[in-house]
Protein backbone atom coordinates (compact mmCIF):
# COMPACT_ATOMS: atom_id res chain seq x y z
CA UNK A 1 0.00 0.00 0.00
CA UNK A 2 1.35 3.45 -0.98
CA UNK A 3 1.38 6.17 2.00
CA UNK A 4 1.35 9.87 1.74
CA UNK A 5 2.31 12.11 4.40
CA UNK A 6 3.13 15.37 1.89
CA UNK A 7 0.84 17.02 -0.82
CA UNK A 8 1.58 19.32 -3.10
CA UNK A 9 0.04 21.76 -5.55
CA UNK A 10 -0.33 20.92 -9.08
CA UNK A 11 2.52 22.28 -11.48
CA UNK A 12 3.31 21.53 -14.94
CA UNK A 13 7.21 20.12 -13.69
CA UNK A 14 5.18 16.95 -11.69
CA UNK A 15 4.12 14.22 -13.76
CA UNK A 16 1.81 11.85 -11.53
CA UNK A 17 1.90 8.35 -12.27
CA UNK A 18 -2.11 7.61 -10.86
CA UNK A 19 -5.10 9.59 -10.08
CA UNK A 20 -7.24 9.34 -7.05
CA UNK A 21 -10.88 10.19 -7.37
CA UNK A 22 -12.55 10.82 -4.22
CA UNK A 23 -15.98 12.97 -3.25
CA UNK A 24 -15.59 16.02 -0.82
CA UNK A 25 -16.52 13.92 2.14
CA UNK A 26 -13.31 11.68 1.73
CA UNK A 27 -10.95 14.69 0.54
CA UNK A 28 -12.05 16.15 3.71
CA UNK A 29 -10.41 13.50 5.77
CA UNK A 30 -6.77 13.92 7.55
CA UNK A 31 -6.67 10.27 7.36
CA UNK A 32 -8.27 7.84 4.70
CA UNK A 33 -7.62 4.61 2.76
CA UNK A 34 -8.87 4.57 -1.10
CA UNK A 35 -7.94 3.03 -4.22
CA UNK A 36 -5.97 4.92 -7.24
CA UNK A 37 -7.65 4.29 -10.85
CA UNK A 38 -4.77 1.72 -11.03
CA UNK A 39 -6.72 -0.12 -8.52
CA UNK A 40 -3.47 0.37 -5.71
CA UNK A 41 -4.81 0.93 -2.16
CA UNK A 42 -3.26 4.45 -1.07
CA UNK A 43 -3.33 6.09 2.53
CA UNK A 44 -2.80 9.35 3.40
CA UNK A 45 -2.00 10.77 6.62
CA UNK A 46 -2.53 14.72 6.84
CA UNK A 47 -2.36 17.96 8.87
CA UNK A 48 -6.09 17.67 9.99
CA UNK A 49 -8.48 20.68 8.59
CA UNK A 50 -6.87 20.11 5.14
CA UNK A 51 -9.10 19.15 2.58
CA UNK A 52 -7.65 17.76 -0.29
CA UNK A 53 -8.33 20.35 -3.44
CA UNK A 54 -8.55 19.47 -7.44
CA UNK A 55 -5.04 18.69 -9.08
CA UNK A 56 -3.30 18.51 -5.64
CA UNK A 57 -0.63 15.77 -5.97
CA UNK A 58 -0.13 13.52 -2.83
CA UNK A 59 3.42 12.35 -2.61
CA UNK A 60 4.19 8.97 -1.15
CA UNK A 61 7.07 7.78 1.05
CA UNK A 62 8.13 5.80 -2.34
CA UNK A 63 8.71 8.99 -3.82
CA UNK A 64 5.28 8.19 -6.27
CA UNK A 65 3.28 10.52 -7.27
CA UNK A 66 -1.07 10.64 -7.40
CA UNK A 67 -3.27 13.04 -8.05
CA UNK A 68 -6.93 14.26 -6.62
CA UNK A 69 -9.47 14.38 -8.45
CA UNK A 70 -13.02 15.52 -7.26
CA UNK A 71 -15.24 12.96 -7.80
CA UNK A 72 -19.07 13.53 -9.27
CA UNK A 73 -21.59 13.69 -6.69
CA UNK A 74 -25.01 14.54 -5.73
CA UNK A 75 -24.90 18.42 -5.63
CA UNK A 76 -27.55 21.25 -5.58
CA UNK A 77 -26.37 24.10 -8.51
CA UNK A 78 -28.26 27.40 -7.91
CA UNK A 79 -27.64 29.43 -10.94
CA UNK A 80 -28.27 33.36 -11.83
CA UNK A 81 -27.20 36.32 -13.76
CA UNK A 82 -28.31 38.36 -10.82
CA UNK A 83 -25.09 38.77 -8.02
CA UNK A 84 -27.36 40.46 -5.57
CA UNK A 85 -29.88 37.06 -5.54
CA UNK A 86 -26.53 34.97 -5.46
CA UNK A 87 -25.10 36.85 -2.64
CA UNK A 88 -28.37 36.72 -0.53
CA UNK A 89 -28.40 32.47 -1.06
CA UNK A 90 -24.73 32.49 -0.20
CA UNK A 91 -25.20 34.73 3.21
CA UNK A 92 -27.82 32.49 4.03
CA UNK A 93 -26.17 29.23 3.39
CA UNK A 94 -23.12 30.51 4.89
CA UNK A 95 -25.22 31.10 8.04
CA UNK A 96 -25.58 27.48 8.39
CA UNK A 97 -22.13 26.74 7.80
CA UNK A 98 -22.71 24.76 4.92
CA UNK A 99 -19.90 24.09 2.74
CA UNK A 100 -20.42 25.74 -0.81
CA UNK A 101 -18.73 26.17 -3.81
CA UNK A 102 -18.76 29.70 -5.05
CA UNK A 103 -18.18 30.30 -8.84
CA UNK A 104 -19.02 33.43 -11.43
CA UNK A 105 -22.98 32.69 -12.34
CA UNK A 106 -23.43 29.69 -9.49
CA UNK A 107 -23.46 28.80 -6.17
CA UNK A 108 -22.85 24.80 -5.16
CA UNK A 109 -23.64 22.58 -1.91
CA UNK A 110 -24.36 18.93 -1.61
CA UNK A 111 -27.39 18.34 -2.15
CA UNK A 112 -29.96 19.02 0.81
CA UNK A 113 -33.93 19.22 -0.07
CA UNK A 114 -34.30 21.38 3.14
CA UNK A 115 -31.48 23.79 1.78
CA UNK A 116 -32.83 23.76 -2.07
CA UNK A 117 -36.55 24.85 -0.47
CA UNK A 118 -34.71 27.63 1.22
CA UNK A 119 -33.27 29.14 -1.63
CA UNK A 120 -35.90 28.62 -4.06
CA UNK A 121 -37.96 30.83 -1.33
CA UNK A 122 -35.30 33.62 -1.93
CA UNK A 123 -36.65 33.63 -5.27
CA UNK A 124 -33.65 31.32 -6.78
CA UNK A 125 -33.71 28.26 -9.38
CA UNK A 126 -32.12 25.17 -7.55
CA UNK A 127 -31.64 22.07 -9.95
CA UNK A 128 -30.12 18.62 -8.61
CA UNK A 129 -27.11 17.67 -10.11
CA UNK A 130 -23.78 14.75 -10.39
CA UNK A 131 -20.89 17.06 -10.42
CA UNK A 132 -17.35 17.30 -8.82
CA UNK A 133 -18.02 19.66 -5.61
CA UNK A 134 -14.72 21.98 -4.63
CA UNK A 135 -16.34 24.12 -1.44
CA UNK A 136 -14.57 27.29 -0.67
CA UNK A 137 -11.40 26.41 2.13
CA UNK A 138 -12.67 29.12 4.48
CA UNK A 139 -11.02 32.30 5.77
CA UNK A 140 -9.06 30.60 8.71
CA UNK A 141 -6.05 28.92 8.03
CA UNK A 142 -7.03 24.91 7.57
CA UNK A 143 -10.93 25.43 6.67
CA UNK A 144 -11.89 25.63 10.18
CA UNK A 145 -13.09 28.13 13.00
CA UNK A 146 -10.08 29.20 15.36
CA UNK A 147 -10.92 31.10 18.52
CA UNK A 148 -7.79 33.09 20.30
CA UNK A 149 -8.53 33.62 24.01
CA UNK A 150 -6.03 36.42 25.92
Not at 86 to 109: F, Q
Not at 137 to 143: P, T
Amino acid sequence: MLEAHEKLQSSAELEPSDEIVVNYDFRKKSRHKASTEKGVEIAWFLERGHVLRQGEVLKCSNGQLVRVVAADESVSEVTSDDALLLTRAAYHLGNRHVPLEVAAGYLRYQHDHVLDDMVRGLGLTVTSANKPFNPESGAYHGGGHHHHHE
